[in-house]
């Protein structure tokens, strides 16, 4: 979710939630690469506590604490999961003010949104313990091929919007050389996901829920239908259909961990 105080557009955790199960998908893969046990977990940048809920069933025993700057997603996340705590605040300021330190900080999904990575980064080594350990999970948006179709349509027919900056995030590289700043053990990986959609439309409403927001916000109401008819025959054009009418949407994907030190 957004971390920045005052940048992005709200959040609508309901629209967000169309594609509860497939948002979720990433995250448990990353926990399932997490190896050892965790006495206090940070979800950083957790809306609406799906990826907090998948947390807790793998590490029931820790204390877990979701962190998210948006008001609808702590609220949506207080009233599903109310036996989870959910603090709201922005990264990378905030985080020095939550309570003592963390042995595992995770965030599914967040931290492209946050403008100065190396700030965070940096954030995120003071707060964890001697040995504690970073994971991530982000969408590499430039890899991605809704955000070339949408790009290039702005590029042609809607300057309007052409000054919005949405991501954030680093390449491999860049992250890797970032982390080996504070933390000695590091993986990096990427995966492709193809989450299967009912039909082309669904490709809008997922990003709805997402990467589109502060662009219909920059939009009036008749303006806001036009953009979206415009980018429904991109989308078509785009997109082939399977033999069943349905579509793939593929999301890549990049996954790290990064260990302060050994596992206890």
Not at 199 to 227: C, H, M, N, T
Not at 247 to 259: D, E, G, K, N, Q
Request: include cysteine.
């Amino acid at each position: 979710m957004n971390m920045e105080a005052g940048g992005q557009t709200a959040w609508d955790s309901s629209q967000y939630l169309k594609f509860a199960e497939e948002r979720k998908q990433p995250s448990r893969d990353l926990i399932a690469r997490l190896s050892g046990e965790y006495q206090r977990i940070l979800d950083l940048g957790c809306g609406p506590g799906n990826s907090t809920a998948v947390l807790q069933a793998r590490f029931p025993e820790a204390e877990i604490i979701g962190f998210d700057s948006d008001e609808n997603m702590i609220r949506k996340a207080r009233a599903d999961h109310p036996d989870i705590e959910f603090i709201r605040g922005s990264a990378p300021g905030d985080l020095s003010r939550l309570p003592g330190t963390f042995d595992l900080a995770f965030s599914n999904a967040c931290i492209h949104w946050i403008p100065d990575q190396r700030e965070l980064i940096l954030a995120v080594s003071d707060m964890l313990n001697a040995c504690g350990a970073f994971a991530a999970q982000l969408p590499l948006t430039d890899e991605a091929k809704f955000y070339k179709t949408l790009y290039r349509l702005i590029a042609e027919n809607w300057h309007k919007i052409a000054g919005i900056h949405n991501f954030h995030n680093l390449d491999q590289t860049g992250y890797y050389n970032e982390l080996s700043r504070y933390f000695q053990d590091i993986s990096i990986w990427e995966t492709d996901y193809y989450h299967i959609l009912q039909e082309r439309k669904d490709v809008i409403e997922w990003y709805r829920g997402s990467g589109l927001r502060p662009y219909l916000a920059a939009l009036s109401g008749q303006e806001q239908e036009e953009f979206i008819r415009d980018l429904s025959g991109a989308i078509d054009r785009s997109y082939p259909l399977l033999d069943d009418g349905r579509v793939f949407l593929v999301m890549p994907r990049l996954f790290f961990i990064a260990r302060k030190g050994e596992i206890k």
